[in-house]
């Protein structure tokens, strides 16, 4: 249940029996083979199947998140860290003040990690204030099932290659991960990536990426109890 399938008389009568909400934090940067906004698509669908299953309701997306890195790449959108910060900011306080006290953050990015302290620094000052944090992909559940089948999780590889992500015929053979040192600016990351991926293999079988997604979602219907 998504919150624009409501008008505000809808969630006044949702918060009196139930005080939590999930709030995607995703991106708009490129993913090689894969869809611009695979950081959003993920975690989107995560949210919505999490929502259907507990009722639960999804806050609209923040499409856009902090990749200065990939900047070379036509299609990705950068928002700057103090940018990103206030923004997330300014979500949370418009949902506290509201009346929603407990906060799932279903994360899809890792360059968004850094509003953490932000938001830590919230709950500290907002009485009742809750934030649960989720990035998938660093999940030990989703770990497990790359290590079952020996794949390797890397940026824009097989791990995000689920049927809703791809828009582009994937290859077929692993790359090559290539040596990194420093931390490299846009042009250069572009230089040494390539087509963007970082390395393996591009694809799953339909099978591997269904025990990812489920692994993933187990995980989030046991967390969003808090």
Known sequence: MRLEELNWMDVEAYLKVDDRIILVLGACEQH????????????????????????????PAVN???????????????LRTTTFSNLVEDVVSS???????????????????????????????????????????????????????????????????????????LPQQPKNPPRVTGLPGAEETRQIYGDGMFGGHYQASPEIMEAVFTAALDDVLEFIKF
């Not at 856009?64 to 950068?78: A, D, E």
């Not at 407990?102 to 302290?117: A, D, E």
């Not at 989720?134 to 559940?141: F, G, I, R």
Request: glycine letters at 8%; zero cysteines; proline letters at 3%.
């Open 32 to 59: 090689g083979y894969l869809s611009l906004l695979t950081d959003v698509k993920i975690p989107q669908a995560l949210a919505d199947t999490a929502s259907e299953r507990t009722g639960v309701l999804v806050a």
């Open 64 to 78: 856009f998140g902090v990749s200065p890195y990939f900047l070379s790449y036509p299609g990705t959108i950068s």
């Open 95 to 169: 949902l506290y003040g509201s009346g929603f006290r407990r906060i799932f953050i279903m994360n899809g990015h890792s360059g968004n990690s850094g509003v953490r302290t932000t938001l830590t620094e919230m709950a500290n000052r907002l009485p009742g204030l809750k934030i649960a944090w989720y990035s998938w992909w660093e999940s030990h559940s989703v770990e497990a099932v790359a290590m079952l089948h020996d794949l390797k999780t890397t940026h824009a590889s097989w791990m995000e290659a689920f049927s809703f992500t791809q828009v582009a015929e």
